[in-house]
T-cell receptor
Framework: NAGVMQNPRHLVRRRGQEARLRCSPMKGHSHVYWYRQLPEEGLKFMVYLQKENIIDESGMPKERFSAEFPKEGPSILRIQQVVRGDSAAYFC???????????FGQGTRLTVV | GESVGLHLPTLSVQEGDNSIINCAYSNSASDYFIWYKQESGKGPQFIIDIRSNMDKRQGQRVTVLLNKTVKHLSLQIAATQPGDSAVYFCAESKEGGKLIFGQGTELSVKP
C-alpha cells in the first residue's frame, strides 16, 4: 500500500516561472492537505481539499497560489510567477476523514533562483 | 490566538536514556493532538496521537501525556536509540483536520 506520493522531490525554478507540485494521496484517502515548511521552522497549513472541492484555504497566500484536487488524478499546488521567498519544502498529507491523523508525503523542495 | 509551542529547541540524551519532549498549546477547546517525527530531508512521520478525553496513551517505546488543566502535552521515548535522532513536532488538529504545528524540538542521541 503506497504512501502519499509527491513529485517532483526537487524543483528548481527561475523567478517569474510557474511551479507545479503534485500529490497522490494514499489509497482510500479523500482528504488532502498542503503545508509549507521554511528552513528550521515548523509546517504551516496552506489548504485543505476534498475531491473537486476546496474546503479551507485560509493559509494560502492571496495571490499567485492555487490548489486543486480533481475527480481524477493527483492534487496540484500551483505557484505562478515564483519569487525567491517561495523557496521552501512543500508537503502534502492525506487522511481518510477529517477526524483522523494525516499521513505525509516526502515533500517537494522548491528552490527559486 | 492559535498556537502550539515547544519549550526547548534542542534536546541531547545518551543512548539508552529516556527522552521527554514537551509542548504547550493555547486553545483549550482543542480535542486532538498528534506527535510527528521528521528526519532530515523527509516528511513528518506519525508517531502517536491522543484525544482530549484521555490523559495518557502508550505506543511502542513512546508515551504521550496530556494535561488539559495546564494545556501541556509531552512525548516520552523510552530507551532512546540513535535512530530516534530527529526533529519532533507536536500538532494540534483543528476543524476539518488541518494541523497547527509547533516549531519543533531537535533530539540528538549520543552513542
Amino acid at each position: 500500500n503506497a504512501g502519499v506520493m509527491q513529485n517532483p522531490r526537487h524543483l528548481v525554478r527561475r523567478r517569474g516561472q510557474e511551479a507545479r507540485l503534485r500529490c497522490s494521496p494514499m489509497k482510500g484517502h479523500s482528504h488532502v492537505y498542503w503545508y509549507r515548511q521554511l528552513p528550521e521552522e515548523g509546517l504551516k497549513f496552506m489548504v485543505y481539499l476534498q475531491k473537486e472541492n476546496i474546503i479551507d484555504e485560509s493559509g494560502m497566500p492571496k495571490e499567485r497560489f492555487s490548489a486543486e484536487f480533481p475527480k481524477e488524478g493527483p492534487s496540484i499546488l500551483r505557484i505562478q510567477q515564483v519569487v525567491r521567498g517561495d523557496s521552501a519544502a512543500y508537503f502534502c498529507a492525506s487522511s481518510p476523514s477529517s477526524g483522523w491523523s494525516a499521513f505525509f508525503g516526502q515533500g517537494t523542495r522548491l528552490t527559486v533562483v | 490566538g492559535e498556537s502550539v509551542g515547544l519549550h526547548l529547541p534542542t534536546l541531547s540524551v545518551q543512548e539508552g536514556d529516556n527522552s521527554i519532549i514537551n509542548c504547550a498549546y493555547s486553545n483549550s477547546a482543542s480535542d486532538y493532538f498528534i506527535w510527528y517525527k521528521q528526519e532530515s530531508g523527509k516528511g513528518p512521520q506519525f508517531i502517536i496521537d491522543i484525544r482530549s478525553n484521555m490523559d495518557k496513551r502508550q505506543g511502542q517505546r513512546v508515551t504521550v501525556l496530556l494535561n488539559k488543566t495546564v494545556k501541556h502535552l509531552s512525548l516520552q521515548i523510552a530507551a532512546t536509540q540513535p535512530g530516534d535522532s530527529a526533529v519532533y513536532f507536536c500538532a494540534e488538529s483543528k476543524e476539518g483536520g488541518k494541523l497547527i504545528f509547533g516549531q519543533g524540538t531537535e533530539l540528538s542521541v549520543k552513542p
